[in-house]
């Protein structure tokens, strides 16, 4: 399983999966799944479950 850590300095963004399924910090995602990182959250954790890619998007406010 593979895994990735983003790190913000207070940057609020939302998560968009493409496809695949595994784990945003402690929850399951999948492919549709649309997830909203508020700047409180300093640290967001991705990790893929599966054998096949997970492919995310991760998007910023407009001021960001």
Not at 47 to 59: A, G, T, Y
């Amino acid at each position: 399983n593979t895994s990735c850590t983003f790190k913000d300095n207070g940057a609020f963004c939302g998560i968009y999966v493409i496809s695949g399924e595994g784990i945003l910090n402690d929850s399951q995602v999948k492919q549709c799944d649309h997830y909203f990182i508020p700047a409180s959250c300093k640290e967001v954790t991705v990790k893929n479950v599966k054998k096949e890619p997970l492919k995310i998007i991760r998007f910023f406010g407009p001021r960001i």
